[in-house]
């Protein structure tokens, strides 16, 4: 069965401070990975989406990026935070058109 | 733009009752339409979802209807418990590819004991 991390679960960084952001998946191959954002009783932002190792497409300009070094592993990451990047950041990866979530990384930025 | 309206925002049910959430779309890539279920601090779940074949599909106490000319699907949640408390999103495939899924804004449901 296909299961899929996220790691931290919940992360605190001052504004300007470095991110990084890890999700791995197993039990599958050659996936599509996401990145959504969720603002606190919001809905999901999709930021990034990955076809393949190094093929990564932006949804949102913003201060974020994400990269994709192995076929399972979809990192997002920051140079410098700001209070808007707060949220609830979620990790997807998807066989044709169903989509199953990771257990997500809270990220408050102070 | 494509998207997806979804209906309402929050709904209050007592236990036992019938929950129904709705959703219309615009233009997919396909015709396949999910549900996910999300409880608070965790991730969304895929509850269910539903392929151009059928109009209705149902898994235990919930039912997926879809009217194609319409372009609308709704989520019908029977004999409603208090477990059930939690956000439900719809999504459509997005025709943007690389199987994008365009989700809904979320209906907070709340089943009152």
């Known amino acids: 069965s296909q299961t899929i991390h996220q790691w931290p679960a919940t992360l605190v960084q001052p504004v300007g401070s470095p991110l990084s952001l890890e999700c791995t998946v197993e039990?599958?191959?050659?996936?599509?990975l996401y990145w959504y954002r969720q603002a606190a009783g919001r809905g999901l932002q999709l930021l990034f989406y990955s076809v393949g190792i190094g093929q990564i497409s932006s949804e949102v300009p913003q201060n974020l990026s994400a990269s994709r070094p192995q076929d399972r592993q979809f990192i997002l990451s920051s140079k410098k935070l700001l209070l808007s990047d707060s949220g609830f950041y979620l990790c997807a990866w998807s066989r044709r058109y169903e989509q199953y979530f990771g257990p997500g990384t809270r990220l408050t930025v102070t | 733009q494509q998207q997806v309206k979804q209906s309402p925002q929050s709904l209050i049910v007592q236990k036992g009752g019938i929950s129904i959430i709705n959703c219309a779309y615009e233009?997919?890539?396909?015709?396949?339409f999910p549900w996910y279920q999300q409880f608070p601090g965790k991730g969304p779940a895929l509850l269910i979802a539903i392929r151009p074949d059928v109009s209705e599909k149902k898994e235990g106490r919930f039912t997926i209807s879809f009217n194609k000319s319409a372009k609308q699907f709704s989520l019908h949640i029977m004999d409603s418990q208090p477990g059930d408390s939690a956000t439900y999103f719809c999504?459509?495939?997005?025709?943007?590819?690389?199987?994008?899924?365009?989700f809904g804004t979320g209906t907070r449901l709340t089943v009152i004991p």
């Open positions: 039990g599958t191959s050659n996936p599509n």
């Open positions: 233009n997919t890539a396909f015709d396949y």
């Open positions: 999504a459509a495939p997005r025709e943007t590819g690389a199987n994008n899924l365009f």
